[in-house]
Every structure is written in structure tokens, then in C-alpha cells.
């Protein structure tokens, strides 16, 4: 069984500082990885994707990824109130062949303190 | 219009009712998806399509029944529910099946009463 680890939280940050979020996964087989934002209501929007050790930044986000210790985290530096939603860890891979679409983490709920 | 939209928003139904929840992709996209978003419970896959074929059916109960008539619409087709299977469910799609991210529509909340 394929799982997806997150902190449920909440993550209390103050505004302006850096969010911390993370992330591990149980299969090594997995290729590709994803962070995505929901906030309350709303359905999943794609913050960064990551397919290669290292740290890929966009803007005020930067993912990073160790496969070796199937860990992954996105930073979000400058944190504003706007921040403030649920953030899904999502790895895909491919097992015998077929397709297993995304398997998501159950999300860490962040909160941007102003 | 583009994305992923996903129709009707919000529904009601009975245990005895049949209703269909829609989705269409506007972005060219090889792959649909059906996920069920319960509270305090990670996404769960539902059903996967590449090319209109179905790829994955991961365990769910024959009272969903999926139809892809093509590679830009998805259908969920809903029979004798159950008040457990209230939650939002989440139509998305991707250019391939394992390395794109999806794309995710705004979803049709669903209460069986």
C-alpha cells in the first residue's frame, strides 16, 4: 500500500517568516511529485512540481526533494495571510505497468498569523 | 471556457435516486480522473482513464459507474448511495498518466440523504 505522510497541523506561522511543510512517501519507486494549495471549499490548484533531487524554486516557493530519504518539503518564504490553506503533498508512480494516478498525503492546514 | 469544469456543484439526492455528475477538459489532456475528497481523509482515486480506456478501478463500489465517451468528457454515474458516500468529488486530467501533474475541476458536493 502506497502512503503519503503529512502533519495534519495546523502550522501557525507569522506573516513574513518562512512556512516549513513536509513530507515522506513509502514507495521508491515514485517518479514524480507535487504540492498543491486548497483552500476551504475550493477544489486542489498546483503550487510546484519536482521530479529530480535537489531544490527547484518558483517565486516564493521553493520544493525540495531527497529521494534517498523518500522525504520531500515545500519552503514559503515571505509567508503572507493569503498563504493560510491546506497544503497536499501528491506522489505518482508506476507499479506493473499500469497507472496508479496520484497518491495524496491528508494535508497540513497552515495558518499565517498576521 | 477552459480547465476542468465539473457539473452541478452541489446535490442532493436519496438513497433510491440515479444522478450523473459531469466533467469536461478544455485543455487537450490524455488522462481523466474521478477522486472522493472526505473530510479528515486524503483524496482517494477513484477511477483513471488514458484515451478513453479505463486503467484503474481502485476498489470502488459498483453503485459508481464511470463513462468516458471520449478523451475530453467523464461521467460518474450514481445509483442507490449511501449516506456515507456524501463528499466532494473531484474530477481532474492530465497530459499523461504518470510523470504531469493533474488539474483538478471545482468539484460536486454531494449529500445523500
Known amino acids: 500500500q502506497k502512503e503519503v505522510e503529512q502533519n495534519s497541523g495546523p502550522l501557525s506561522v507569522p506573516e513574513g517568516a518562512i512556512a516549513s511543510l513536509n513530507c515522506t512517501y513509502s514507495?521508491?519507486?515514485?517518479?514524480?511529485f507535487f504540492w498543491y494549495r486548497q483552500y476551504s471549499g475550493k477544489s486542489p490548484e498546483l503550487i510546484m512540481s519536482i521530479y529530480s533531487n535537489g531544490d527547484k524554486e518558483d517565486g516564493r516557493f521553493t520544493a525540495q526533494l531527497n529521494k534517498a530519504s523518500q522525504y520531500v518539503s515545500l519552503l514559503i518564504r515571505d509567508s503572507q495571510p493569503s498563504d493560510s490553506a491546506t497544503y497536499l503533498c501528491a506522489v505518482t508512480s508506476r507499479s506493473g505497468g499500469g497507472a496508479d494516478g496520484l497518491t495524496f498525503g491528508k494535508g497540513t492546514h497552515l495558518i499565517i498569523q498576521p | 471556457e477552459t480547465g476542468v469544469t465539473q457539473t452541478p456543484r452541489h446535490l442532493v439526492m436519496g438513497m433510491t435516486n440515479k444522478k450523473s455528475l459531469k466533467c469536461e477538459q478544455h485543455l487537450g489532456h490524455n488522462a481523466m480522473y474521478w477522486y472522493k475528497q472526505s473530510a479528515k481523509k486524503p483524496l482517494e482515486l477513484m477511477f483513471v482513464y488514458s484515451l478513453e480506456e479505463r486503467v484503474e478501478n481502485n476498489s470502488v463500489p459498483s453503485r459508481f459507474s464511470p463513462e468516458c465517451p471520449n478523451s475530453s468528457h467523464l461521467f460518474l454515474h450514481l445509483h442507490t448511495l449511501q449516506p456515507e458516500d456524501s463528499a466532494l468529488y473531484l474530477c481532474?486530467?492530465?497530459?499523461?498518466?504518470?510523470?504531469?501533474?493533474?488539474?483538478f475541476g471545482n468539484g460536486t458536493r454531494l449529500t445523500v440523504t
Open positions: 481532474a486530467s492530465s497530459q499523461d498518466l504518470v510523470l504531469s501533474p493533474l488539474h
Open positions: 514507495d521508491r519507486g515514485s517518479q514524480s
